[in-house]
């Protein structure tokens, strides 16, 4: 396959537009997600009977095709960014959830023991103790709603809001492989950043586990 890097070079600043919109339509749902799962997963730690059912409903959301969903949601929200933003919010749910969930049970007994003794309150504990412990098992939740989330963004496209997946349905209009090819690579590039991105910040918020290694060593 012949690639025309001439075309590339010309249509850069679009295609470096259509990358920064491509990662704000999947990056947001999955902070939304975020927002949703923590103060939910907190409460179906408190209260198991909730999670169950919480954990059913995500799932349910998951199982429906994502284009199904942008239709479902386009009778309301019409051709807008959050047409394509409110179905991926509900599919990171399924992720993030059962990822807070089990981070928070993670913290082994004791420990959340020991700071009630020291005088830690519920929401101090959850704070400063559990929350920073389950961090590892949240990330690697945030990973893969992040990654999943650049990937269907492009399905958007057939609704008019598709960042990067433009150039993928116009190059296979006009059958012209060069933009399916720089879409296609261009949206690879963004989750293997973002995925960087999210390992460093997990090495950032736990630095009793870069200490651990240390000695480890």
Do not use: K
Request: proline share 6%.
């Amino acid at each position: 396959m012949d690639i025309d890097w001439g075309w590339i070079g010309e249509h850069t600043s679009q295609l470096t537009d259509r990358a920064e919109l491509h990662l704000r339509l999947a990056l947001l749902p999955v902070l939304f997600g975020l927002l949703i799962s923590l103060p939910l997963g907190v409460l179906c730690r408190r209260w198991g009977w909730l999670y169950p059912p919480s954990l059913t409903i995500a799932n349910i959301l998951y199982a429906i095709p994502s284009l199904a969903l942008f239709m479902i949601f386009i009778q309301y929200t019409g051709l807008a960014p959050s047409t394509v933003m409110i179905p991926l919010t509900l599919y990171s749910l399924a992720v993030l959830l059962p990822n807070v969930v089990d981070g928070l049970g993670s913290v082994a007994e004791p420990v959340r023991q020991a700071a009630t003794a020291m005088g830690f309150g519920t929401l101090r504990r959850l704070i400063q103790v559990e929350l920073p412990i389950a961090v590892p098992v949240v990330i690697a939740g945030v990973r893969v709603a992040a990654v999943s989330s650049i990937s269907l963004v492009a399905i958007g496209q057939l609704i008019g809001q598709g960042g990067l997946g433009y150039d993928i349905l116009r190059g296979y209009q006009l059958d012209f492989p060069t933009q399916i090819l720089a879409g296609t690579v261009l949206i690879v590039i963004l989750a293997l950043v973002t995925d960087a991105i999210l390992v460093l910040l997990q090495w950032l918020l736990t630095p009793w586990a870069r200490a651990r290694r240390g000695r480890a060593s």
